[in-house]
């Protein structure tokens, strides 16, 4: 049956994700801890980055070996079959790197390009959310149990937080004056604003109502599979951007740069932000 075996993706998904987070763990806030680039200063990985996605492939590939995979470090593994695994090992990595507990393991899966699970695990916290046919998810290692999801926050600027890395250095390649007035006028508009160094975290506290909205730019795929779904699945707003314009939802988790809130929170001068800076030229990523 399609519900059976979407929940036994689900059961592996989690469960790759929690062994990753364990292995992960292994090397948070080691003072020996090697940090290497991968493209510029803002790009980093380290040897956890790499051993985490693998055991999530090695996971992957043993229970369904046609699978293709999309993953942050690897790159893409062709596959037969109908499954696409995003895999994001650690996001977060910067945060990680430096001991800051804001970093996530993000497993998003399609079938036939339709997403129909999502995993968010946070080691550091024991928070894992999830999603599928059957609802979202939170699973606090304090009390144990799933949670439904159900977002909810404010709609008022004046009285909402954003998540809002922005403007990162990416993005005051095109138009940085233009970047920096709209930043200013975020600080004046909106209660909070916070910069937390993982999409898939500001994604998760989204749908669990911790969070009213979030906006990026320049994503991936496996930066955003799985929180756009369990977005969605927990009654929240999850909208892509390219050239100005919304995405159809259908496969919105391909496009390169993202809008995502509360039930009812669209925030004007955010959109505006978004239909301005989705129109940059994207940058030519390296082949393999």
């Given at each position: 049956m399609p519900g059976d075996e979407t929940h036994e993706i689900t059961a592996l998904a989690i469960a790759a994700a929690r062994e990753a987070g364990a292995l992960a763990l292994e090397g948070f806030r080691a003072r020996d801890l090697r940090v290497d680039l991968k493209g510029d200063i803002?790009?980093?990985?380290?040897a956890y980055d790499r051993a985490a996605e693998a055991r999530i492939r090695e996971r992957i590939l043993d229970a369904f070996p046609d699978s293709a995979i999309v993953g942050e470090e690897d790159g893409a593994h062709a596959g037969?079959?109908?499954?696409?695994?995003?895999?994001?090992?650690?996001?977060?990595?910067?945060?990680?790197?430096?001991?800051?507990?804001?970093?996530?393991?993000?497993?998003?899966?399609?079938?036939?390009?339709?997403?129909?699970?999502?995993?968010?695990?946070?080691?550091?916290?024991?928070?894992?959310?999830?999603?599928?046919?059957?609802?979202?998810?939170?699973?606090?290692?304090?009390?144990?149990d799933d949670e439904p999801l159900r977002s909810w926050g404010r709609t008022d600027p004046s009285q909402a937080t954003v998540a809002l890395n922005f403007p990162l250095a990416r993005d005051?390649?095109?138009?940085?004056?233009?970047?920096?007035?709209?930043?200013?006028?975020?600080?004046?508009s909106?209660?909070?604003?916070?910069?937390?160094?993982?999409?898939?975290?500001?994604?998760?506290?989204?749908?669990?109502?911790?969070?009213?909205?979030?906006?990026?730019?320049e994503t991936n795929p496996w930066d955003v599979a799985a929180g756009a779904f369990i977005i969605r699945r927990a009654g929240g707003i999850y909208r892509g951007y390219r050239d100005g314009a919304i995405l159809p939802e259908a496969h919105d988790y391909l496009a390169?740069?993202?809008?995502?809130?509360i039930p009812d929170g669209d925030f004007e001068l955010l959109h505006e932000i978004m239909r301005t800076?989705?129109?940059?030229?994207?940058?030519?990523?390296?082949?393999?």
């Open positions: 803002h790009d980093q990985v380290t037969s079959g109908p499954l696409t695994w995003y895999v994001d090992p650690i996001d977060g990595t910067a945060n990680f790197a430096r001991g800051i507990a804001m970093w996530a393991v993000s497993i998003g899966v399609a079938r036939g390009g339709e997403m129909i699970a999502g995993v968010i695990f946070d080691p550091a916290n024991d928070q894992l959310f999830w999603a599928d046919d059957r609802g979202a998810f939170l699973r606090d290692g304090l009390r144990g005051l390649v095109h138009r940085p004056e233009l970047a920096l007035e709209q930043f200013s006028a975020v600080t004046r909106f209660a909070q604003v916070r910069g937390l160094g993982s999409t898939c975290i500001a994604l998760a506290w989204i749908a669990a109502g911790w969070l009213d909205v979030t906006v990026s730019f390169p740069h993202y809008y995502a809130a800076q989705s129109r940059r030229p994207l940058p030519v990523r390296p082949a393999g």
